[in-house]
């Protein structure tokens, strides 16, 4: 059974530039979420989606945006790059509200210069 | 108040020893909560949910669960140099599954 993947996995960027980062869940699961990871501040929850639906969007600027598609695959998009969106970007996927747990794709190292 | 509250660490225990992973969090009305490991390097990994106050044991790990005091903690017996990773508490709360920033364990051989 493949796992969640996310590609890119490294990306170097310039500010002011935007980036689509993509994430495939494992077959049969709905719900997707994405986080942000920095040394300093852990995993900071970005959005999750459900059946194409954003159920719940964190305390991230419009900057920050998503989208799910019919086959529960699912983009987020940064727009006009700041050297402090230079996280890991982790996608996870749950069969259902993720109330089992999550199981998430290897990431995709934003490096923004 | 920080949703998950976790002791950043690192704990330091010898091989062989329990070591007692704690963490708060900030929700009253949630129902689930999980522990995830995750390695340097590496995306977290699902290791223990728990759903109900008491202990759920799975092998070498147990975790526990009081919901009126609002923590939940992670027992590893039997420590092995493998375990030395950083352990994430999470717990559910409005479609979002909220992390603690997580305690790093380190287990010396």
């Known amino acids: 059974k493949a796992g969640v993947t996310q590609t890119p996995r490294y990306l170097i960027k310039t500010r002011g530039q935007q980036v689509t980062l993509s994430c495939s869940p494992i077959s049969g699961h709905r719900s997707v979420s994405w986080y942000q990871q920095t040394p300093g501040q852990g995993l900071q929850f970005l959005f999750e989606y459900f059946s194409e639906t954003q159920r719940n969007k964190g305390n991230f600027p419009g900057r920050f945006s998503g989208r799910q598609f019919s086959n529960s695959r699912s983009e987020m998009n940064v727009s006009t790059l700041e050297l402090g969106d230079s996280a890991l970007y982790l996608c996870?996927?749950?069969?259902?509200?993720?109330?089992?747990?999550?199981?998430f794709g290897s990431g995709t190292r934003l490096t923004v210069v | 108040q920080k949703e998950v509250e976790q002791n950043s660490g690192p704990l330091s225990v010898p091989e062989g020893a329990i070591a007692s992973l704690n963490c708060t969090y900030s929700?009253?009305?949630?129902?689930?909560f999980f522990w995830y490991r995750q390695y340097s390097g590496k995306s977290p990994e699902l290791i223990m949910s728990?759903?109900?106050?008491g202990d759920k044991e799975d092998g070498r790990f147990t975790a526990q669960l009081n919901k009126a005091s609002q923590y939940v903690s992670l027992l590893i017996r039997d420590s092995q140099p493998s375990d030395s990773a950083t352990y994430l508490c999470a717990f559910i709360g409005g479609f979002k599954t909220i992390f603690g920033a997580g305690t790093r364990l380190f287990v010396k051989a």
């Open positions: 996870a996927s749950a069969p259902g509200g993720g109330e089992y747990g999550y199981t």
């Open positions: 929700d009253r009305g949630s129902q689930s």
């Open positions: 728990i759903y109900s106050n």
